[in-house]
């Protein structure tokens, strides 16, 4: 099959039309981060950097960390960012670009996100550290795709149950890489995400617009089953673990968290705690098998 013109688009230089990039310009494994003021602060743990490139809000580091050779790619905020950002990369190491035919073999790449959370568990920790296991999506992106990721039904039908009596939404559920979880995961507290389409009202936020959802975050606090509870939510992860999932490649996602909105606490520090996170995961990286 050949991919049209006007569903794969290049740039003139044949770069992937929003990330700007080349195949060349990419590792194998890549840490996404929110804002692009954030990639220098993580480039700078590699051992050196190769490249760099900006388009609008993607701004791309490439360099290496021992013989590993690694990507820093801001994604902005949001899942359909999300959705440009992973469909592009993916493009670049399973589509022949100069062909528009999709690979024979296909490469498997390793997302690791490192971002900001907010919980509404008040025994959650402001400036405390969650691997997301599970993500749940209240944004409709994966509903858009084909997903051959084996559920989990009985917990998939008691979210989604839950979901949709208290809050009228139907979520999609993602999840994170057992191989990242173990590799570079080990020994973070597990929890499960749950991935906004907002920050305001789809995260109980009010300022003079009145939320529809009343009482979300007590709504959120009090599933349970079999030990699992929502933990944190934030606005990308439950699109990274179902795109890759989709796509056949591993995702993790680190959460530092900044607020806890059940008791009003916001980090006194949270560059501190930011930082604190990304050398903890590049420690990680050091040691782990990726």
């Given amino acids: ?3 049209p013109e006007s569903e794969l688009i290049l ?3 044949g770069s992937v039309y929003h990330l700007k990039l080349l195949p060349e310009e990419i590792g194998e494994t890549i840490i996404l981060v929110g804002d692009q003021k954030r990639v220098a602060k993580v480039s700078k ?3 050196s950097i190769e490249s760099k490139k900006s388009n609008r809000e993607f701004v791309t580091h490439t360099g290496w960390l021992g013989k590993k050779k690694i990507s820093v790619i801001s994604t902005g905020i949001g899942t359909d960012n999300i959705d440009i950002v992973l469909n592009e990369l993916d493009a670049l190491v399973n589509v022949d670009l100069s062909e528009r035919t999709i690979n024979k073999k296909l490469k498997k790449l390793n997302f690791i996100r490192i971002g900001t959370s907010g919980t509404f568990q008040e025994d959650v920790e402001v400036d405390s550290f969650l691997v997301s296991e599970m993500a749940v999506g209240f944004d409709a992106l994966l509903h858009f795709y084909e997903n051959p990721f084996p559920e989990r039904e009985k917990l998939k039908k008691s979210i989604v149950h839950y979901c949709q009596k208290e809050m009228g939404i ?9 191989f990242l979880t173990e590799n570079v995961g080990k020994d973070f507290p597990k929890g499960v995400t749950v991935t906004c389409p907002g920050f305001y009202a789809p995260q109980g936020r009010q300022l003079r617009a009145v939320p529809k959802i009343q009482n979300l975050l007590n709504k959120l606090s009090q599933f349970e089953l079999e030990g699992k509870r929502f933990t944190n939510f934030e606005m990308e992860t439950a699109g990274i673990y179902g795109m890759s999932n989709v796509l056949g490649h591993r995702a993790i996602s680190f959460n530092a968290i900044l607020a806890n909105r059940s008791n009003g606490k916001f980090s006194n520090n949270p560059n501190r705690t ?4 990304i050398e903890k995961v590049f420690e990680r990286l050091h040691d782990s098998k990726i």
């Fill in 274 to 277: 930011i930082k604190h996170l």
């Fill in 11 to 13: 740039n003139k230089d």
């Fill in 170 to 178: 139907t979520p999609y559920l993602s999840y994170s890489d057992e």
């Fill in 45 to 47: 743990h590699l051992d």
């Fill in 1 to 3: 099959m050949i991919i």
